[in-house]
């Protein structure tokens, strides 16, 4: 404890530390030297290709990939082309760019997963300088070919290759180069000598950065922070210069006095930094350049790497891992020499106490006092979470947590969820994990990318361990994790498809939202469609069994599936697949057994595809649909004899249904539309598709009361309907005199009232007259009333006692105009209710 | 603007203002100025859901008719169809997209499909080679639509005919997942009650989404105790019955589309005196129906003879409250007067409006057609001569009344008569065919198909027992102030409603034997809930039950519905939800079958 600051250089305002992070585990004969190494911010993995100049079948290049802490993770001879850049993506893939443009992505156990190509223009003038970058939108890859020219894809997962501008001038290599991702745009920033141009899709302009010292003659180094905010160059001058990545401030310019090129140069700040610094490194020195005069001179003994973070650089070489850091302003507060800091007090508060010291009592007043306990206490919270020592964070935690108990009212989600936080960072840290990261880097990166992270590194029950104590929601967390693991198990080859549904399906079996269909196609993927098969029983949403089903060719089962989710349209998308994968007979066949999906396809037979309806029809034997179809399409033929022809179809359709009505009612038709035609032919009178009654009415209306009453005859016409239709039809044509006898040619099947109601609605109060007195005597009043006559039908009303008639004719009573019916009615009304 | 369906037993504009999220979302994904392209048949729903003005807050600038050739010009960067997902209208698309303009300006095409999308479709589109011009295809899952504060809509027209005639479960499916929506916004129901073969199939289709979305539901407090599914063929009595309530007969007389309804305009001329009276609107009126008009909600479920009291009653408060102003004094009596004009004269215009229907209406229930009618659906519906000839039908057919009239006695006289003599039905199909034509044979079929027209089997008909047993006929009816679910009907309980009511109390148990007359199966589900969300009933609380009326639901059984919430000791609440709202006459049409005229 009391060396927490030992490790400590100041640097103006500020102060700086190297912390040890691993020793590395890893045995590198050769160091670091002679090899392309590259290392995954956040803690990430490192891979090294030793010896990668070398192109002999004899001597291979070796690829390694190691943890952050050295533990060898995977080791292969890279038998591909020369590679000239290794990095690593957002997902912790590993990218090898070849010399040819070709660009192999390894997962982080060495497993290949694909590759693709930077395009031909980079294939033939071959990649010269590359720099892998990362951006909002991904991984991009940049490319600087033997033509001199910038090809970039911002996304390696959806790759779009551009093609950047020409430089000007540019003649050979340029000095140094760097990629940007300013308003939403990838860009590369260029140095040829002294001259920066920046190249974006459509254009190369040349940049003159602010207040650039005039003694340079060329930019031999410059990088870019994690950010992209700000940008440092260093001039062959030996001066570093340092402003925002727009080029529109300067921050500040510093004098190195070193005019060797270095060999690397990496930003050094932190969100909320005090200061912007840069570090740089040269074979045998490290140098932290900030905004004062001074700088910080570390001594190497052996090759190392730099690796930018969000608040620090890690440095790594043969043996160790270290982070360079600003000390964070709470550790800076509490553990500065002399500081009077409430966080200091309240630690020193604490150790007293556990001294069993009354001076503990007097910090205490001395932060009360000052009303600053609360600030106190969050500076040691604060502080614990950017030290690295377990002992350290416990110890500034103690102390948190005994200045909380002089506090009411303070919240304690800020104490509890560093607990958590530190507990699993502690973990990750662990050098069987190695993963170093910070708690900054910890909170950036959220703990879905870090069980993702684990995930990769197959490090399940870790995962899981961490899900459950951030009690992260189940199917974001353990279901997630769990998927993953069953995953990977279905590609273990040794153990049997049996033992491996088994232990798949006991380990999720409590586990809910688990997508068993997704592990199913990576077992599918990894050619073991049995147990693909076996894993999709599991299933619960038959829906997303369907697809896998069918690419596995397994439909009739995918069509089940299908049925059973409900889902129509999936039902409809594996009809539509068995259409074009099976022979018409087969897949008739299929679709009888499954009568959900059959009538499906009729539907869409019947909208889509006329002539197939018949055929399955015809299939089943179903005459009555064959019958209706055939009624259906005769209506589509213009041609009265193709019409009768389809629908004789229908009629031996019906018959053979042994639905002898639709039988007899389409042989009806068929003489009817002869009929009609023929009527047609003779006497011009449009009739053909009419019903009968309507051709009845028509034939009345133009005088053929011959060929109606033939009809009437011939197609058994009921006399009540024969009557009504003549009734109107005469009454329609104004043709009153052949309604009269008409109305005498026999006893009306359907009374007279209609013969006076006709009349009436055709305004003809006369004819309507004629036809009052043969109306029954029920009717009577109706057809009194009808004509308008209220006498006669008050003496109908009267005369028949019935309440009902009175009241009606009442009703139509005016009581100025009518008082004396009304009086006789009333009377009336009065003994036919005592009745 | 949707604020009535706050006010209901539960909260639908809950379901509401999640639909409208939706949508917001989805278009601010199709980011800049937009022309939406309509499938016809979506813009009703929609207006349930969104104003034009939400539409509008979102950048869509145009609205066009999804139709053949190309989409009209319009200086927008997004082109945006919303669609039901048909093949039909996919060919339509895809023509639109190969004539869309080379020289213009290129557009963004998206789709949006509702209620889901759909493979089939999307397959469709890349045969027509057009599938990769979308930037965005999504599915904009709109299956039950608030239309009110205790009734929910599918808005699905054909579910009946899909469901029943071409054995097609696709608003099955939809009705499960519009159930798992509902679920997941107000709690998992714990019992399921059921009648009917597509009840059973929706309920099997909800247990097994249940296991699917296991652990990826959010646990919420449930807000119905229970729901229970109808099929619409398990009563095919009632949608063929004349409604009598008000808003059932504004329904059978005008038509109800998508909770507006048209009128003829001369019955509400009289605003516009000044004009003079000789350009008298030929624009039909148009009026929306809910219960955001306060009087519309108290007279709505009325039966109509009990309307014009009603009216007339209100009509004396609101002039009471206009007078009020003379008592009005002092200046505080004044504000507090104004203040409350503006609702007053709300009020005013409201009973004006309805007074205006009420007399339309009238006109008709006073029609000797209308009367006669009534009279035979009474006969049929009480067992009177249910298995002869009906002189009634005969003479409307010779008539050559409207065919969907005869249809539903028909079918009616069938329904209660359990199927109908082979001879009788044979005569009447001949009468129908010979009078309003021979393509009509389809229809008829398709009306045997779904059981509404059947030959009478050698079983006894069971309507009798059915129509004693559940008290479907009731004698002495009190329209005025009902004291049964009857007075809808003036006589008639419609049977639906009858077991809904029964099975709140005394439990179907009761009525086994009558269950088993009726077609398809009945069941009980439980669902389990998480521990810690069954409900605490207070004392008095009454249960909240959802009933969902696969293949339709008339206005009037929601006014059953709703008089048994009403009812002083009913103790259960009834939700209301359907695929469509339907009557007698849309019903019937939906099951005809038209084929194309011949082309000569």
Known sequence: MAFVTANWNPLGEAFYRKVE??????????????????AAPYGGPIALLKGYQRRSPSTRPQLEIYSSSGVPMASFPWKSGLVKQLGWTVSDDLLCVQEDGTVLVYDLLGGYKKHFSMGNEVSQSQVMETKIFHSPYGTGVAILTGALRFTLATNIDDIKLKRLPEVPGLEGAPTCWAVLTQDRQSKVLVANGSHLFILDNT???????????????????????????????????????????????????????????????????RPKSQQSSVVIMWDRLLLVVGECKEMIQYPLDSDSVLVPEMDGVRIINETHHELLQEVPGACEEIFKIASMAPGALLLEAHKEYEKESQKADEYLREIKEQNLLAEAVKQCVEAAGHEYEPETQKTLLRAASFGKCFLSNFPPELFISMCRDLRVLNAVRDYTVGMPLTHTQFKQMTIQVLIDRLVHRKLYPLAIEVCRFLKTPEYQGVSRVLKHWACYKVQQKEESDEVIAKTVNMRLADASGISYSEIATKAYESGRTELAIKLLEYEPRSGEQVPLLLKMKKSPLALSKAIESGDTDLVYTVVMYLKNELNRGDFFMMLRNQPVALSLYRQFCKHQELNTLMDLFNQDDDHQELGNYYVKASYKEPRLEARVALLQNSVDEFYKAKNEFAAKATEEEMRLLRFQRKLEEEKGEPLVGFSLHDTITALLSVGLHKRAEQLYKDFRVSDKRFWWLKLKALAEKGDWDWLEKFAKSKKSPIGYLPFVEVCIKHQNKNEARKYVSRVTPEQKVKAHLAVGDLQSATEAAIERRNESEIITVLSRCSATTDVILVERLNRAKATAAKK | MASHLSYGRVNLNILREAARKDLREFLDKCSGSKAIVWDEYLTGPFGLIAQYSLLKEHEVEKMFTLKGGHIPSAAVKNIVFFVRPRLELMDIIAENIASEDKLQPPRDFHILFVPRRSLLCEQRLKEKGVLNSFTNIDEYILDLIPYDSDLLSMESENSFRECYLENDQTSLYHTAKGLMTLQALYGTIPQIFGKGECARHVANMMLRMKREFAGTLIPTLPVFDTLLLLDRNVDLLTPLATQLTYEGLIDEVYGITNGYVKLPPEKFAQKKQEEGGKDLPTEPKKLQLNSAEELYAEIRDKNFNAVGAA????????????????????????????????????????????????????????SDVFFENLTVEQEFMTGVDTDKVCTYIEDCIAQKDPLIKILRLVCMQSVCNNGLKQKLLDYYKREIIQTYGYEHILTLNNMEKVGLLKPQSTMRNNYPTIRKTLKLWMEDTNEQNPNDISYVYSGYAPLSVRLTQLLARPGWRSIEEVLKMLPGPHFEERQQLPAGLHKKRQPGENRTTLVFFLGGVTYAEIAALRFLSQMEDSGTEYIIATTKLINGTSWIKSLMDHPEAPLF
């Open chain 1, 21 to 38: 992070l691993y020793d590395m585990s890893w045995k590198l004969k050769e160091g670091l030297r002679e090899c392309l190494i590259t």
């Open chain 1, 203 to 269: 254009s190369c302009t040349s940049v003159t950065p602010p207040g650039l010292s005039p003694q340079a003659s060329s930019i031999l180094h410059m990088c870019v922070s994690f950010s992209y905010k700000y940008l440092a160059l260093l001039t062959d001058s030996g001066h570093v210069w340092m402003g925002t990545s727009n080029l529109k401030e300067k921050i500040s310019e510093v004098d190195t006095n070193i005019r060797t090129p270095p060999k690397q140069m990496a930003w050094c700040r």
């Open chain 2, 311 to 366: 009216l007339s009653k209100k009509a004396k408060i609101i002039s009471a409250a206009f007078e009020e102003r003379h008592n009005a004094k002092t200046v505080g009596e004044i504000k507090q007067f104004v203040s409350q004009l503006p609702h007053m004269q709300a009020a005013r215009s409201s009973l004006a409006n309805h007074t205006s229907i009420a007399e339309l209406v009238k006109d008709i229930t006073t």
